[in-house]
């Protein structure tokens, strides 16, 4: 049986590293994707990757209870990385980490037959173009499959909002795949 994340943040805080190399092991992929198109390539990101897990463990304690432990990864994967992209200017690096990060989300078998690679890449570029909330809302909800909760603990707004900014990120993103058919 599976423990929970939440006591695994007790027992990490009792002294157990090996539950937070449960709570890495569990996480690592989050994590990755979501920083991957604010780091220098693939190798940035394990380094970031590696930071933001450790400013967790650090940070443990700080841990509410109120959302769970994945969108409050989440949210200090999302913090870190938009941190790392102040440093420096780094917009390449941003859109050609973005395409490395797509092969490892899969559609389901009828989407897949129904979007050409044509059409996928109208969709990235399309994505590329949103405004950052937009496209990371967008990305919560569809590609790593959090709940509407979720998203809105990571963006740090309330549910409604969340939805909002995902209504309208759809809507703009339908628009510039239409205008690019």
Not at 68 to 76: C, D, G, N, P, Q
Not at 145 to 161: D, K, N, Q, R, T
């Amino acid at each position: 049986m599976q423990v929970d994340d939440e006591e695994l943040v007790r027992a990490t805080l009792a002294g157990e590293l090996s539950a937070f190399d449960e709570l890495m092991q569990r996480y690592e992929r989050l994590v990755y994707s979501l920083v991957v198109s604010f780091a220098d390539g693939h190798d940035g990101a394990l380094d970031l990757t590696q930071e933001i897990f450790f400013k967790a463990y650090r940070k443990l304690a700080a841990f509410d209870g109120r959302g769970t432990v994945k969108a409050w990864l989440a949210r200090i994967a999302i913090h870190e990385g938009i941190n790392q992209a102040k440093s420096a200017t780094r917009r390449q690096a941003r859109h050609d980490a973005w395409h490395v990060v797509r092969p490892t989300h899969t559609l389901a078998p009828q989407d897949d037959e129904i979007l050409s690679g044509e059409r996928k890449r109208q969709v990235a570029t399309a994505l590329e173009r949103l405004a950052p909330r937009h496209r990371l809302a967008i990305e919560l909800r569809y590609l790593q499959e959090m709940g509407i909760p979720e998203v809105a603990s990571v963006l740090e707004c309330s549910e409604g909002v969340a939805r909002n900014i995902l209504f309208r990120g759809l809507r703009k993103l339908r628009r510039q795949v239409a205008q690019a058919s």
